[in-house]
T-cell receptor, first 111, second 114 residues
């Protein structure tokens, strides 16, 4: 699986949009971009995934650049409950379907 | 998405004893489940892939005789930490794979070995 690079930490004001970047410059054509988050002392939570088109669901939006070398996860209106570590993972949708977690971005939403 | 439970949520055991952790897929038949371990302030590390009806596949460096995995049904996988030592103290998390290869995780089990 290709590696990803994320900033170690970010702050966001409550109610504002949180934009979390991820670089994956060595991503292959058949690799998807997945985002998960982990709130303290809980199991990770699936957020969203995409291949090349932008995606949106009830939790977030995923913007993937045209060259697919980077992406941004957007939480449109951050709340205190969004404080968590966010992981960007690139992987193919075959085989064992396991995930390899990097260090992620620790997002702190500030009141 | 799939709902995954783990039991117990927290366990304390003495060094040298064995501990069993259960992972249940409550609304999804999971032919494959995954077991992860997370040390404090560290990221999740995949330990093994649990396949229903067959032997688990372990990641490099994970001792299969110490971490026994049994996946006897489509809804239950168990991880047994045998002869536990304080260095086995960790947060153990299981997951199941969804229809689009996303994974749904259990709430985790915090093991403390004294």
């Amino acid at each position: 699986d290709a590696k990803t690079t994320q900033p170690p930490s970010m702050d966001c004001a409550e109610g504002r949009a949180a934009n979390l970047p991820c670089n994956h410059s060595t991503i292959s054509g058949n690799e998807y971009v997945y985002w998960y988050r982990q709130i303290h002392s809980q199991g990770p939570q699936y957020i969203i995934h995409g291949l090349k088109n932008n995606e949106t669901n009830e939790m977030a939006s995923l913007i993937i650049t045209e060259d697919r070398k980077s992406s941004t996860l957007i939480l449109p209106h951050a709340t205190l409950r969004d404080t968590a570590v966010y992981y960007c993972i690139v992987r193919v949708q075959t085989g064992a379907n396991n995930l390899f977690f990097g260090t992620g971005t620790r997002l702190t939403v500030i009141p | 998405g799939a709902v995954v439970s783990q039991h117990p949520s927290r366990v304390i055991c003495k060094s040298g004893t064995s501990v069993k952790i259960e992972c249940r897929s409550l609304d999804f038949q999971a032919t494959t489940m995954f077991w992860y371990r997370q040390f404090p302030k560290k990221s999740l590390m995949l330990m093994a892939t649990s396949n229903e009806g067959s032997k688990a596949t372990y990641e490099q460096g994970v001792e299969k005789d110490k971490f026994l995995i049994n996946h006897a049904s489509l809804t239950l996988s168990t991880l047994t930490v045998t002869s536990a030592h304080p260095e086995d103290s960790s947060f153990y998390i299981c997951s199941v794979s969804g229809s689009s290869y996303e994974q749904y995780f259990g709430p985790g089990t915090r093991l403390t070995v004294t």
